[in-house]
T-cell receptor
Framework: DSGVTQTPKHLITATGQRVTLRCSPR?????VYWYQQSLDQGLQFLIQ???????AKGNILERFSAQQFPDLHSELNLSSLELGDSALYFC?????????????FGPGTRLTVL | AQSVTQLGSHVSVSEGALVLLRCNYS??????LFWYVQYPNQGLQLLLK??????LVKGINGFEAEFKKSETSFHLTKPSAHMSDAAEYFC??????????FGTGTSLTVIP
């Protein structure tokens, strides 16, 4: 158990809909990362937050957005969903934002878009 | 731009045999390199990382990796495979902008 929690575990929705994925980092970690893992694209870094501020941006679509709240939990919002958005979405946390810091991954949210 | 290539999407070894998982990277800055393991239905777990200093890095579960700048490689090895090593392994590189780039993964099967 990494100490990172993600909810929900599974999510099934329809095209065009909007969903919110939630992540609670390990106690004391200030940095949160979001990743998308799909069969065709592999594991893709989406975005990083540190203490409420966006720190780094990867291959995140404009239809996707994220935020980190004062209590340090983070939410990833996916809108106008397409079939290709079906994937496993991971959240990870680390103590600080440095690129050498060990990231601890949550168990993921499996999103299925029908 | 940074990128990672993992040669061999599937590797099979016999229990007790040497494990060698290959990773080559491309980086325009001094690379920070990572190996992660993913067990079925779980998130990724850090095995080891190279930042600076000693090029031979030891990680958890008996794994180690050697950073070879001249070959732009960071191959993962373990002298003797155990059944519990069966999993998906990912090599990753990070850049100065805190972005992380992962390889496509290598699925390791251990044959009893």
């Amino acid at each position: 158990d990494s100490g990172v929690t993600q909810t929900p575990k599974h999510l099934i929705t329809a095209t065009g809909q909007r969903v919110t994925l939630r992540c609670s980092p390990r106690s004391g970690d200030l940095s949160v990362y979001w990743y998308q893992q799909s069969l065709d694209q592999g594991l893709q870094f989406l975005i990083q937050y540190y203490n409420g501020e966006e720190r780094a941006k990867g291959n995140i679509l404009e239809r996707f957005s994220a935020q980190q709240f004062p209590d340090l939990h983070s939410e990833l919002n996916l809108s106008s969903l397409e079939l290709g958005d079906s994937a496993l979405y991971f959240c990870a946390s680390s103590a600080s934002p440095g690129r050498t810091d060990t990231q601890y991954f949550g168990p993921g949210t499996r999103l299925t878009v029908l | 731009a940074q990128s990672v290539t993992q040669l061999g999407s599937h590797v099979s070894v016999s229990e007790g045999a040497l494990v060698l998982l290959r990773c080559n990277y491309s980086s325009s800055v001094p690379p920070y390199l990572f190996w992660y393991v993913q067990y079925p239905n779980q998130g990724l777990q850090l095995l080891l990382k190279y930042t600076t200093g000693a090029t031979l890095v030891k990680g958890i579960n008996g794994f180690e990796a050697e950073f070879k700048k001249s070959e732009t490689s960071f191959h993962l090895t373990k002298p003797s495979a155990h059944m519990s090593d069966a999993a998906e392994y990912f090599c990753a590189v990070s850049d100065t902008g805190n972005q992380f780039y992962f390889g496509t993964g290598t699925s390791l099967t251990v044959i009893p």
